[in-house]
């Protein structure tokens, strides 16, 4: 009777053992690894080299998307909800800003470019990259700021600020602000990502 009792006893360790194992490797594997994860039903990946990918969908199309910062590095930037019905409404999208920036500026420009312009059919938009004011040595450079916002056209402006954020001019210019050149580019994700709705208003 006391064998029986014991055996009893140990089965039921046993299977206490076991149910407690697979719920922790169910509950582990819902989590993912740290450097792959859902974002709002968004797979996110760490690359190997720099930066992240995002696979967005339009309609049922994948586009696998390069970009530096992953969602959860920008989305306490506030942005302005206007912008993006504002840029998927008009054709054509000037980016621009100071020639005296360096080449970090560039990348948020470029990457914001690509999503918008012609080159992955995603939104098909006709992008420049300009400057706001004719570098000193330099002719021929275009030149587009603020001031050539119209009911078909947007400018994007990237500039330095005091508060990395995205936010619209009384004229309804885009402006793309970080505190240093590498907030500028995680100010220009999170455009990005406003776009794709992969953050959500």
């Known amino acids: 009777m006391k064998s029986e009792k014991q055996v009893t006893i140990f089965v039921l360790l046993v299977i206490l053992v076991l149910a407690a194992a697979g719920a922790f490797l169910i509950i582990n594997s819902n989590k993912g690894t740290p450097d792959e994860y859902n974002y709002n039903n968004f797979r996110v990946s760490k690359n190997p080299t ?28 506030t942005i302005d909800p206007k912008i993006r019905s504002l840029i998927l409404t008009k054709q054509e999208i000037f980016f621009t800003l100071d020639p005296d920036f360096n080449s970090i500026p560039v990348l948020g420009a470029m990457e914001m470019a690509n999503i918008l312009g012609r080159r992955l059919g995603l939104y098909d938009k006709r992008v420049t990259g300009t400057v706001t004011r004719q570098p000193e040595n330099s002719e021929g450079v275009q030149v587009v700021d603020c001031d050539k916002v119209t009911e078909d056209v947007n400018v994007v402006r990237l500039q330095l600020g005091s508060e990395t954020k995205v936010f619209l001019e009384d004229n309804e210019c885009i402006i793309v602000q970080g505190t240093n050149e590498w907030e500028i580019v995680r100010a220009s994700d999170r455009l990005i990502y406003q776009l794709l709705e992969v953050i959500e208003d």
């Open 50 to 77: 720099i930066g992240y990918t995002v696979v967005a969908y339009t309609g049922q199309q994948p586009y696998h998307l390069q970009l530096r910062n992953d969602p959860r590095n920008v989305e306490n930037i």
